[in-house]
C-alpha cells in the first residue's frame, strides 16, 4: 500500500475527472488530495482532500482574463507563511511516499521541501514540450502558457502528457504522450447515431454561441447552463454526468469549447466536434487546431458562427468520422501500466 499526495487543479471538471479515474483504479492505495473549487467539489465526497488556493481563471463570456489569472499568481506566491506550514503539517501526517500532480501549482513547492517524487499528469504541458507550427497571431499566447507553465513546474522533471492527439516533443526523454484517460462510465456506453446535436460550454459564454445553436436544422441537447429550459430547437439541460454520457454517446455531432476532456471524450464515441475555443486559453486553441489538423472536426477560433462554416462541418462529417474511426482514444492500459510501476518503485520509467 502506497500513500500518494495528488494535487487536482481546481477550476474547472477535467482535471478531477481525470484524477477520480486514476484513483479508482488503485484502491489498495491511500490517497490524499490537494484541490480548490470545483475539483474540491468532485473529490471530496469520495476522498480526503486539502482545499489550497488555486492559480488560474474561470473563463467569462467565452474568455479568459489575463489579469485575473496574474493575480491570482501573485497572491498565491505571496501568500502568508503560516498557511504553508499549516499545509506541510497535514502533508507530513499523511506521511506520503511520492506525489502527483495535475497542473496544481502547490505540488511543485511542497515536494521541493519535503523531498518527495513528484511525477506530473496533465494535457497542459503538450504546450510546453511541442512546437506546432501555430499562425503567427497565436505565437505571443503560447509564449505567455509556457512561461506560466515553467514559472509554475520548473522543478518537476517527469511528466505524463495526457492527449488525444500526437505531436513531436522536445525533452530530455522525461516526458511522454499517452492516450487519453476515459472513466468507467465513458467506457460503459455503445455509441450510437442519433437526430441531435449536443452542445457544450463550461464557462460564462456569449449570446453568439446560443444564436448559433438556435440556426441549427436539429434538435440540440446544451449543457452548461444552471436551468433546464427550452427554446425553439435548443433544450438546456442542468449538468448530469449520466444523461450528458447518453446524449453524448447518441448524437449527432458536437459543438462545444474546447475542453481536452470533453474532445477525447467525444472522439473515443467517434462524434465530429465543431470547437469553439475560450479566447486567450492557449491550451484549448491547441485543442482546436489539432483537431483540424487531423481531421476530427472544425475549429472556429473568431467565435462569429456564420452559415458557411456549418455547410463547410456537415459536408465533410464522413471524412471526420473516417479519420476518427483510425485512431484509438483511450490510454488506460498503458496508463495503468506506467503508474503500477511508479507507485512501486518511485520511479517514472518511459
Known amino acids: 500500500m502506497t500513500n500518494i499526495l495528488y494535487g487536482v487543479h481546481g477550476i474547472g471538471h477535467g482535471h478531477a475527472i481525470r484524477a477520480l ?21 468532485m ?22 482574463p489575463y489579469s485575473v489569472a496574474v493575480a491570482s499568481y501573485l497572491k498565491n506566491f505571496l501568500s502568508d507563511n ?3 506550514k499549516k499545509t506541510l503539517q497535514a502533508v507530513e501526517s499523511f506521511q506520503p511516499d511520492l506525489a502527483i500532480t495535475d497542473y496544481e501549482s ?12 513528484c511525477l506530473s499528469i496533465d494535457h497542459q504541458h503538450i504546450a510546453r514540450f511541442s512546437y506546432p507550427k501555430l499562425p503567427f497571431s497565436k505565437s505571443f499566447d503560447l509564449a505567455l502558457l509556457r512561461t506560466a507553465i515553467w514559472m509554475q513546474f520548473r522543478d518537476i522533471r517527469d511528466h505524463m502528457i495526457i492527449s488525444f492527439f500526437n505531436t513531436p516533443i522536445k525533452s530530455n526523454g522525461r516526458v511522454k504522450i499517452f492516450p487519453p484517460i476515459l472513466r468507467q462510465k465513458v467506457l460503459d456506453r455503445v455509441s450510437s ?3 441531435h446535436v449536443l452542445a457544450y460550454h463550461g464557462y460564462s459564454t456569449t449570446s453568439k454561441f446560443h444564436q448559433f445553436l438556435l440556426s441549427l436544422p436539429y ?7 444552471k436551468e433546464n429550459k427550452v427554446n ?5 439541460k442542468k449538468n448530469s454526468t449520466d444523461i450528458f454520457l447518453d446524449d453524448l454517446a447518441s448524437c449527432r455531432y458536437v459543438v462545444s469549447t474546447a475542453g481536452h476532456t470533453l474532445l477525447s471524450e467525444a472522439l473515443f464515441y467517434g462524434k465530429p466536434v465543431m470547437a469553439f475555443p475560450i479566447r486567450n486559453a492557449c491550451e484549448q486553441f491547441l485543442n482546436g487546431y489539432f483537431l483540424e489538423i487531423n481531421g476530427y472536426g472544425l475549429m472556429n477560433d473568431a467565435f462569429h458562427p456564420s452559415p458557411d462554416i456549418l455547410d463547410v462541418f456537415e459536408k465533410n462529417l464522413d471524412f471526420y468520422r473516417k479519420n476518427i474511426q483510425e485512431t484509438s482514444f483511450c490510454g488506460n492500459e498503458t496508463v495503468v501500466a506506467t503508474l503500477k510501476q511508479f507507485f512501486k518503485t518511485k520511479k517514472y520509467i518511459v
Not at 21 to 41: E, V
Not at 43 to 64: D, I, R, W
Not at 106 to 117: A, D, E, V
Request: aromatic share 16%.
Open 232 to 236: 425553439a430547437n435548443v433544450t438546456y
Open 21 to 41: 479515474t486514476i484513483a479508482r483504479f488503485f484502491p489498495q492505495h491511500n490517497f490524499l488530495f490537494l484541490s480548490d473549487r470545483d475539483g474540491y467539489d
Open 193 to 195: 447515431e442519433g437526430d
Open 43 to 64: 473529490l471530496f465526497p469520495e476522498y480526503n482532500v486539502l482545499k489550497l488556493p488555486a492559480n488560474g481563471s474561470p473563463a467569462f463570456k467565452h474568455a479568459m
Open 219 to 225: 434538435p440540440v441537447r446544451c449543457y452548461g447552463m
Open 106 to 117: 502547490n505540488l511543485p513547492w511542497i515536494c521541493r521541501i519535503t523531498g518527495l517524487s
Open 82 to 84: 503560516q498557511d504553508k
